[in-house]
T-cell receptor, first 110, second 113 residues
Framework: DAKTTQPPSMDCAEGRAANLPCNHS???????VYWYRQIHSQGPQYIIH???NNETNEMASLIITEDRKSSTLILPHATLRDTAVYYC???????????FGAGTRLTVKP | DAGITQSPRHKVTETGTPVTLRCHQT?????MYWYRQDPGHGLRLIHY???????DKGEVSDGYSVSRSKTEDFLLTLESATSSQTSVYFC????????????FGSGTQLSVL
């Protein structure tokens, strides 16, 4: 029973920004938002995480709303290699049972 | 990439036989996890370890046991494999106090016939 809601699938044109939404209306004050992706049959790959401030790294940006009930992962210039299932997860930093839901299947098209 | 090696990568076995999957890390991380991934269920936690000889159950632990005699190795054992345990098994590691930031291995595809 994942605590997040994501659209099952999205498409994005190559070179454009991919904006993946996630709703987490029951998030607690000590819970972070984590994003992972899984390319084909590989192991999931950590992308980024945040608590309440927006975050950016070499892979993506994470925008968290002020009320923390939703967030958006942004891939600024999507490539074909970004085609994957993207998982949004919430959990405390000492949570040892991170629940992965179904995620969003992002397809980047030429 | 984090130094995580899972072995074997693929295994086919028969119902009722014991199976052991190995996860080896070179990062000296305290926490190690075993997940299984099945269509329609996503990733589910089987067991995890928070130190040598310290383990705990996850969401779907029935039919599985684990052992961690060294920091670098975390073993998952199916004492008597069943067809319902056909799955892809992923090992993950995390640093202490970084429970949500997991690094995953490449997975083991297990088929129980």
């Amino acid at each position: 029973d994942a605590k997040t809601t994501q659209p099952p699938s999205m498409d994005c044109a190559e070179g454009r920004a991919a904006n993946l939404p996630c709703n987490h209306s029951t998030i607690s004050g000590n819970e972070y938002v984590y994003w992972y992706r899984q390319i084909h049959s590989q192991g999931p790959q950590y992308i980024i995480h945040g608590l309440k401030n927006n975050e950016t790294n070499e892979m993506a940006s994470l925008i968290i709303t002020e009320d923390r009930k939703s967030s958006t992962l942004i891939l600024p210039h999507a490539t074909l290699r970004d085609t994957a299932v993207y998982y949004c997860i919430v959990g405390a930093v000492n949570n040892n049972d991170m629940r992965f839901g179904a995620g969003t299947r992002l397809t980047v098209k030429p | 990439d984090a130094g995580i090696t899972q072995s074997p990568r693929h295994k086919v076995t028969e119902t009722g036989t014991p199976v052991t999957l190995r996860c080896h890390q070179t990062e000296n991380h305290r926490y190690m996890y075993w997940y299984r991934q099945d269509p329609g269920h996503g990733l589910r936690l089987i067991h995890y370890s928070y130190g040598v000889k310290d383990t705990d159950k996850g969401e779907v632990s029935d039919g599985y046991s684990v052992s961690r005699s060294k920091t670098e190795d975390f073993l998952l054992t199916l004492e008597s494999a069943t067809s319902s345990q056909t799955s892809v098994y992923f090992c993950a590691i995390s640093e202490e106090d970084r429970g949500g930031k997991l690094f995953f291995g490449s997975g083991t595809q297990l088929s129980v016939l």
